[in-house]
């Protein structure tokens, strides 16, 4: 069973529309992250929550809102996309403070035309 | 401002050979580095962690080594084996940001068999 799954894959859409992508995690931790890799590889924070409390919020647009229903999970909504928002988005979670390893998702590949 | 740096974008080594791989970071607050491991179409796995207060930690083939002094650490793999081909990150985090890791932009390592 997938520890840490999104939903979708892979994501193809115009610029302006609004996309989710959703992450779930049945590993029973208490954080949840996104994270984002650009085209220069580089993997950087987005967001973190602790059971369901916003903890890190990076200088992110708004047009990015996470939301967290609940502990398991960890979803990221993306308003008027804009073509720099193409990137891989990786949903991760962890337990047990800073020193707790995080658990990656596979990502969401998003390119936006 | 880049904090972490893995100055080789590749390595490739003979199987059953030493791969080593290398990471400087700049922020001297930082006080806990991780590596992680990625494959393609995946996310990255937690592969071997170490404190500010130490200079090595070693799990099976994999032994990290810390030179606070250098603002350095690298990643010692024997012997290499060709499904250790991927992309190693290394990542550095302070006290008190709960899975708020600092990436370098990767290494991609080739064991050739």
């Known amino acids: 069973d997938t520890a840490v799954s999104q939903t979708p894959k892979y994501l193809v859409t115009q610029m302006g529309n609004d996309k989710s992508i959703k992450c779930e995690q049945n590993?029973?931790?208490?954080?949840m992250y996104w994270y984002k890799q650009d085209s220069k590889k580089f993997l950087k924070i987005m967001f973190s929550?602790?059971?369901?409390?916003?903890?890190i919020n990076e200088t992110v647009p708004n047009r990015f809102s996470p939301k967290s229903p609940d502990k398991a999970h960890l979803n990221l909504h993306i308003n008027s996309l804009e073509l720099g928002d193409s990137a891989v988005y990786f949903c991760a979670s962890s337990q047990g403070g800073f020193k707790a390893p995080l658990h990656f998702g596979n990502g969401t590949r998003l390119t936006v035309t | 401002d880049q904090q972490v740096k893995q100055n080789s974008p590749s390595l490739s080594v003979q199987e059953g050979r030493i791969s080593i791989l290398n990471c400087d970071y700049t922020?001297?607050?930082?006080?806990?580095f991780l590596w992680y491991k990625k494959y393609p179409a995946e996310g990255p796995t937690f592969l071997i962690s170490?404190?500010?207060?130490?200079d090595k930690n070693e799990d099976g083939r994999f032994t990290v080594f810390l030179n606070k002094s250098a603002k350095h650490l690298s990643l010692h793999i024997v012997p290499s084996q060709p499904g250790d081909s991927a992309v190693y990150f290394c990542a550095a985090s302070t006290t008190g940001n709960t899975g708020k890791l600092i990436f370098g932009q990767g290494t991609t390592l080739q064991v050739k068999p």
């Open positions: 922020n001297s607050m930082f006080d806990y």
């Open positions: 929550y602790n059971n369901k409390e916003l903890i």
């Open positions: 590993l029973g931790h208490d954080t």
């Open positions: 170490i404190s500010s207060i130490k």
